[in-house]
T-cell receptor, first 113, second 112 residues
Framework: DAGVTQSPTHLIKTRGQQVTLRCSPKSGHDTVSWYQQALGQGPQFIFQYYEEEERQRGNFPDRFSGHQFPNYSSELNVNALLLGDSALYLC????????????FGQGTRLTVV | GNSVTQMEGPVTLSEEAFLTINCTYTATGYPSLFWYVQYPGEGLQLLLKATKADDKGSNKGFEATYRKETTSFHLEKGSVQVSDSAVYFCALSDNAGNMLTFGGGTRLMVKP
């Protein structure tokens, strides 16, 4: 079992550009959540997807959007990148509700210059 | 809204010392509580959890007890090892279990 896999591991973008991050959940998991972790801080919840729909959203602007595919994999899209979007983006998967064990990927390190 | 506060680090200990990392929370209802650990360059791993008051979560020598009266979930270990050096995050999940709210993290450094 490969666990939760995220791609790419690192990328650098310019302000104003758009970025897409990808996540494949652990086998048997149907729920995917995305978190933003700024340097030296705890992760902040962006949104969660279940059955291809956004189930809950944190306090993030509409520039942050997502999608879940029928195979449960997910994408996080960020438009009009700002310097402040530089962070580690973590994907977590679980089966059903999140207060069962959530498994995290290693994250994508996004740097906006 | 929900929030988690944990002691700021870094916490520096010698091997075999006793560890306590304090965590308090604010939440409505009856959240589940978690400790996650993040090793350098890696994602978060669940260390232990407790789902109701007075539950004790334990794993790999670490323990934490869900104290509703003090809204706390302090992490303890009787004898730390160098390999325990990492960043530790306290977290809670909302009643629907849809999102985790994390504290700011505490870096632990254990010296031989």
């Amino acid at each position: 079992d490969a666990g939760v896999t995220q791609s790419p591991t690192h990328l650098i973008k310019t302000r104003g550009q758009q970025v897409t991050l990808r996540c494949s959940p652990k086998s048997g998991h149907d729920t995917v959540s995305w978190y933003q972790q700024a340097l030296g801080q705890g992760p902040q919840f962006i949104f969660q997807y279940y059955e291809e729909e956004e189930r809950q959203r944190g306090n993030f602007p509409d520039r942050f959007s997502g999608h879940q595919f029928p195979n449960y994999s997910s994408e996080l899209n960020v438009n009009a990148l700002l310097l402040g979007d530089s962070a580690l983006y973590l994907c977590a998967s679980s089966r059903g509700q999140l207060n069962t064990e959530a498994f995290f990927g290693q994250g994508t390190r996004l740097t906006v210059v | 809204g929900n929030s988690v506060t944990q002691m700021e680090g870094p916490v520096t200990l010698s091997e075999e010392a006793f560890l306590t990392i304090n965590c308090t929370y604010t939440a409505t209802g009856y959240p589940s509580l978690f400790w996650y650990v993040q090793y350098p360059g890696e994602g978060l791993q669940l260390l232990l959890k407790a789902t109701k008051a007075d539950d004790k979560g334990s794993n790999k020598g670490f323990e934490a007890t869900y104290r509703k009266e003090t809204t706390s979930f302090h992490l303890e270990k009787g004898s730390v090892q160098v390999s325990d050096s990492a960043v530790y995050f306290c977290a809670l999940s909302d009643n629907a279990g849809n999102m985790l709210t994390f504290g700011g993290g505490t870096r632990l450094m254990v010296k031989p």
